[in-house]
T-cell receptor, first 117, second 112 residues
Framework: GAVVSQHPSRVICKSGTSVKIECRSL??????MFWYRQFPKKSLMLMAT?????????EQGVEKDKFLINHASLTLSTLTVTSAHPEDSSFYIC?????????????FGEGSRLTVL | KNQVEQSPQSLIILEGKNCTLQ??????????LRWYKQDTGRGPVSLTI???SENTKSNGRYTATLDADTKQSSLHITASQLSDSASYIC???????????WGAGTKLIIKP
């Protein structure tokens, strides 16, 4: 089966620091990965679409300088929350679309819970 | 406006009972409809994906139906188990597989 791994699963950091979250497709190649943010008791909110070898496409209202996305290989995308503040505390989830398929099925990571003190 | 509405918002049933979750959408054009199960603090897991021409699709005790004319879908869970307690999210794909319209989810609680 297709597995997407996120790391770390939980991270606590001080305000003003930067945090990097990794999203890896373990057994398939993913040209496109997606990053979501989820608030308590709310559904997922798409933040950006990450394309291998090119710049990410950000959704309206998402600060690209705040949430840096890098998709350097077909199996790895990273989200860096820069100069984190308490309001950035949230559950961040990535998903990956297997290269070569046209069904659009997405495989999700387990999520990363960020707490900014 | 493209929207996906789910009902009920939450549901509590006894273990072993059946239940049906509803999803109505106004997404156009329509590509496919997905149901995901999301355990608390975990990423969503795909249950079914249905295209325009599919009326029903099963995955174990989960059966999804789709009526593309009325733009309604349902997820039926048979013989519920405690492990079915989760949020069930309906997601509709619009004019490309990258445009996903997310429902708010139904929180299902199974009680022993």
């Amino acid at each position: 089966g297709a597995v997407v791994s996120q790391h770390p699963s939980r991270v606590i950091c001080k305000s003003g620091t930067s945090v990097k979250i990794e999203c890896r497709s373990l057994d398939f190649q993913a040209t496109t990965m997606f990053w979501y943010r989820q608030f308590p008791k709310k559904s997922l909110m798409l933040m950006a679409t990450s394309n291998e070898g090119s710049k990410a496409t950000y959704e309206q209202g998402v600060e690209k300088d705040k949430f840096l996305i890098n998709h350097a290989s077909l199996t790895l995308s990273t989200l860096t929350v820069t100069s984190a503040h308490p309001e950035d505390s949230s559950f961040y989830i990535c998903s990956a679309r297997r290269t070569g398929t046209n069904t659009g099925e997405l495989f999700f990571g387990e999520g990363s819970r960020l707490t900014v003190l | 406006k493209n929207q996906v509405e789910q009902s009920p918002q939450s549901l509590i049933i006894l273990e072993g009972k059946n239940c049906t979750l509803q999803c109505n959408y106004t997404v156009s054009p329509f590509s496919n409809l997905r149901w995901y199960k999301q355990d608390t603090g975990r990423g969503p897991v795909s249950l079914t994906i249905m295209t325009f021409s599919e009326n029903t699709k099963s995955n174990g005790r989960y059966t999804a139906t789709l009526d593309a004319d009325t733009k309604q879908s349902s997820l039926h869970i048979t013989a519920s188990q405690l492990s079915d307690s989760a949020s069930y999210i309906c997601v509709v794909s619009g004019d490309s597989n990258y445009q996903l319209i997310w429902g708010a989810g139904t929180k299902l609680i199974i009680k022993p």
